[in-house]
Structures are given as structure tokens and as C-alpha cells.
T-cell receptor, first 113, second 112 residues
Framework: AQSVAQPEDQVNVAEGNPLTVKCTYSVSGNPYLFWYVQYPNRGLQFLLKYITGDNLVKGSYGFEAEFNKSQTSFHLKKPSALVSDSALYFCAVRPPNTDKLIFGTGTRLQVFP | GAVVSQHPSWVICKSGTSVKIECRSLDFQATTMFWYRQFPKQSLMLMATSNEGSKATYEQGVEKDKFLINHASLTLSTLTVTSAHPEDSSFYIC????????FGQGTRLTVV
């Protein structure tokens, strides 16, 4: 079965430190990969996507993600975390030939001052 | 980017009543719309896909008679929770397909 895993329910990081939110996937073919952020009682906001090309993708608000095909991973990163980055982050995969997204379970990022 | 507007953002209703949630694509036409349900501290569960001009496609395990989905026009899709019960309380989100997918703001439904 196709799936997306976010192994960490929560990630805690001090402001100014680098952050990583992990994502691995199990999807056949060459899927499209996405990261979204959700603030309380809000919809999802798009952060970045990987379609093809350079494995390091840069997105909104200083976030970036690294695609690793051999490890089927797409980890979200930011060099210097802000308190305002605290939110719920979802990794998602769109398998080939479909518009449907498969979401991970989400990782809550908490950035402490 | 494209804008999807979802209304209402929150609603409280009595058990046994029906609630309608609207999702509009403001600056583009959407022939399909995805409806998700999100439980606390959990991921998004795809409930169904509305299709303009035809019946909605429901995911396995989703009650079609409980969650009525209609795609009235190229800019409007609706989800009606019929005879709502407390267990239907949840956060519902619509999304228009696209490379990035465009999400509505979500609707917090509380059934009392």
C-alpha cells in the first residue's frame, strides 16, 4: 500500500537553531512530493514541492527540502528556526497519474525562544 | 496562487440537524474538489471527490447518505453533513486539485 511516514509526532528546537522534519514515503513510480504547513484551525498552506531536477528544493519562509530517491525521503529543513515557525507540518505525496494526495500524519514543530 | 474560499470557518449545530459547508474557487474553475476530514492530532483523511456534472466519488468507508457532496458549478462545491451527531464533530477541509493543491481555510464543526 502507498504511504507516507512522518516518524516524529513533535520536533522541538530552539530559536536560531537549524531544524529538520523527517518524511519518508512508499509509492511506486516517480511521485510528486510536497510540504504543507497548518496553523491552528486553518487550512493547509503550501511550502514547497519536488517534481524533478535538483534534489534540494527551496520554498516559502526560508524552508527547503532535500529529496533522496535511494532513501525515499523528503526531509524538510530550515537553517535558522523562528518562533513563528511553530505549527503543524504535513508531508504529502502525489502518485503518478492521479490528482490525489497521500498525507503523512503530521509533525508538530515547536520553536522555543 | 489560486484561492479557495471555504465557509463557514466554524459552526456549532444541534444533534440531528444538517449543516452545509461551501467551498468556492475564487479565481479559477475547478471541475473537481477534494473533501478531507481531520481528526485531532491526526492527518487528513480523504472523504470524497466532487465532480462537476456528475456524482461524487466517495472513499471506502465514507457514508454517502451522511456526507452529501455536490458540485453545483465550476466554482462551487458543497458538503452537507446530514443528521449530524457528536461523532461528526471534526475539522473539514476542501481542496482544489492542481500541482500544489489549493486548500480552503477549513471548517470546524461541533455537534452538541
Amino acid at each position: 500500500a502507498q504511504s507516507v511516514a512522518q516518524p516524529e509526532d513533535q520536533v522541538n528546537v530552539a530559536e536560531g537553531n537549524p531544524l529538520t522534519v523527517k518524511c519518508t514515503y512508499s509509492v511506486s513510480g516517480n511521485p510528486y512530493l510536497f510540504w504543507y504547513v497548518q496553523y491552528p484551525n486553518r487550512g493547509l498552506q503550501f511550502l514547497l514541492k519536488y517534481i524533478t531536477g535538483d534534489n534540494l528544493v527551496k520554498g516559502s519562509y526560508g524552508f527547503e527540502a532535500e529529496f533522496n530517491k535511494s532513501q525515499t525521503s523528503f526531509h524538510l529543513k530550515k537553517p535558522s528556526a523562528l518562533v513563528s515557525d511553530s505549527a503543524l507540518y504535513f508531508c504529502a505525496v502525489r502518485p503518478p497519474n492521479t490528482d490525489k494526495l497521500i498525507f503523512g500524519t503530521g509533525t508538530r514543530l515547536q520553536v522555543f525562544p | 496562487g489560486a484561492v479557495v474560499s471555504q465557509h463557514p470557518s466554524w459552526v456549532i449545530c444541534k444533534s440531528g440537524t444538517s449543516v452545509k459547508i461551501e467551498c468556492r474557487s475564487l479565481d479559477f474553475q475547478a471541475t473537481t474538489m477534494f473533501w478531507y476530514r481531520q481528526f485531532p492530532k491526526q492527518s487528513l483523511m480523504l472523504m470524497a471527490t466532487s465532480n462537476e456534472g456528475s456524482k461524487a466519488t466517495y472513499e471506502q468507508g465514507v457514508e454517502k447518505d451522511k456526507f452529501l457532496i455536490n458540485h453545483a458549478s465550476l466554482t462551487l462545491s458543497t458538503l452537507t453533513v446530514t443528521s449530524a451527531h457528536p461523532e461528526d464533530s471534526s475539522f473539514y477541509i476542501c481542496s482544489a486539485p492542481g500541482f500544489e493543491a489549493f486548500f480552503g481555510q477549513g471548517t470546524r464543526l461541533t455537534v452538541v
